[in-house]
């Protein structure tokens, strides 16, 4: 006889108003992470701060705010409505028997209220909190150290121009956890020690790992790992981390410093003092000069997730090794004698060597987040790099210009990489539309180019 699934309970996310596309795929990630999964009963306005969600417990709840960047707090939801009066009632259907363990004559209190587009005085506080005095609380109340916390939040919709005189959709209900948005400034970028010029935003980079699904002692990979950012908040979720990168300096932390009022890179700059700096260094592998279009690795299912941000030509040039028939003139030289031979490296070749280096070394589920920079008056869903062995799971898109923009790519293996696998986007023509991401660094200037001649323009006026 089959075991009946756990009854689902209702839930009330608050979220940050900050990354906007990026909040449903991380959510969504974290819940398959803690067991659970993502249903279409979910009552969802994606721009909205208040998500309502069906979670089989509190303890996967607590599970999803151990990770999230992108929510502030979560809530078990005893009552909503549209108006006070349809809260209240709500409130009063709601189960006494779920209330009473939390409203014990024993236990401490307190009501805070949260207003999203609106600010309220204390008087118009105190008097919705009085409202609710047919609720049967017993209990004391503790403002500085409670042991239960309620919250009322009330939703005044998202124009701050046209803000309604009641509110849209009110909500009451039990604080279970916060989110880890304090993880944004801990981790900032300002703060430390080694950087380079396309060093991520701490947020970008735990948004990174979560839809990467990223947990405990799983090995997460970088081919383009730069500085390491993308490194640290994998290994602050427990996974052992590395990388690579053709950068002989940046690896060994040599050569000129990013940091203004700063010539040369001191002896504690490199990824590894990044990691110690955060207490990280236990799970620091390694970081290899290589290039990643050439193996180097065995064949097999190595990283549990590849986690990246490819050069796209802007502030870093996508290079790759040369061969030694190519002019001496190409011919860089690093700290110490080492030199290599730059070769260009398209864009699209970047992207489909990093498809198919996914398809063969992920472990079946695993996954690849990738950003793929886009021009956006020519984007369409089929430019988005494709394999057989990947299944597209998300695509977040980040603004970077009126006419450009990044796409937050995340992938899943789910097919294991044969050899007719090899070179398959290269069928049916399907390789031709991929084609435009090369010349994305002349577009990008281009319409810097024209936005700088029009302002010269515009003040000449």
């Known amino acids: ?39 279409g009963e979910q ?20 599970g999803l705010m151990k990770r999230t960047v992108c929510a502030k707090s979560i809530f078990e939801l005893w009552g909503h409505g549209r108006s006070a009066g349809e809260l209240y009632a709500s409130l009063k259907n709601y ?17 805070h209220i949260h207003t999203f587009n609106k600010t309220l005085t204390q008087a118009q506080k105190i008097k919705k909190i009085d409202a ?11 403002l500085k150290n409670p042991q239960h916390i309620f919250w009322i939040l009330e939703d005044y919709g998202m124009n701050p121009n046209d803000v309604p005189e009641e509110p849209n959709h009110l909500y009451f209900g039990r604080w279970i956890a916060d989110g880890q948005r ?13 950087i380079g010029n396309t060093s991520m935003d701490a947020c970008l980079s735990f948004i990174m790992a979560n839809h990467g699904r990223v947990k405990p002692n799983d090995i997460v990979y970088d081919p383009f790992v730069g500085t390491g950012g993308l490194l640290i908040s994998s290994a602050h979720f427990g996974a052992y981390v590395c990388g690579t990168d053709i950068d002989y300096n940046t690896i060994h932390g040599l050569g000129k410093a990013s940091r203004k009022n700063q010539k040369w890179r001191g002896p504690d700059e490199n990824i590894r003092a990044n990691l110690r700096q955060y207490g990280l260094e236990k799970y620091y592998l390694d970081a290899l000069v290589a290039d990643s279009s050439r193996p180097i690795w065995r064949k097999g299912m190595l990283f549990d997730a590849i986690i990246t941000d490819p050069p796209y030509g802007i502030r870093e040039a996508p290079r790759r090794m040369g061969s030694q028939k190519e002019t001496v003139k190409s011919v860089e030289r690093s700290t110490e004698n080492h030199f290599f031979v730059p070769s260009s490296y398209h864009l699209s070749d970047i992207f489909f060597d990093l ?12 996954r690849l987040v990738y950003w793929l920079p886009i021009y956006r008056p020519e984007y369409t869903e089929e430019i988005i790099p494709r394999h057989p062995c990947l299944k597209l799971i998300s695509n977040c898109e980040q603004m970077l210009s009126s006419h450009t923009s990044r796409r937050l790519i995340t992938m899943e293996k789910v097919k294991e990489f044969k050899d007719q696998d090899e070179n398959s986007y290269l069928l049916d023509g399907q390789y031709l539309p991929y084609r435009g991401h ?3 660094r002349e577009k990008y200037f281009s319409g810097v180019t024209k ?11």
């Open 95 to 111: 189960p006494v028997d779920k209330m009473l363990p939390y409203l014990q004559s024993d236990s401490t209190y307190k009501v």
């Open 355 to 366: 498809l198919k280096f996914a398809a063969e070394c992920l472990v079946m589920g695993g």
């Open 43 to 62: 009552e969802i306005r994606v721009n909205s701060p208040f998500w309502i969600l069906n979670i089989p417990s509190e303890e996967m709840a607590r």
């Open 182 to 194: 304090e993880l944004i400034e801990s981790y900032s970028v300002k703060k430390r020690h080694f």
């Open 1 to 39: 006889m089959a075991l009946a699934a756990p009854a689902l309970r209702r839930y009330l996310l608050l979220l940050a108003q900050e990354h906007l596309e990026f909040r449903l795929p991380e959510i969504t990630s974290l819940l398959s992470l803690c067991g659970g999964q993502f249903s």
């Open 132 to 142: 609710l005095e047919f609720l049967p609380f017993k209990g004391k109340v503790n």
């Open 451 to 461: 936005r700088i001649a029009k302002e010269e323009k515009d003040n000449q006026k």
């Open 438 to 440: 090369n010349s994305f």
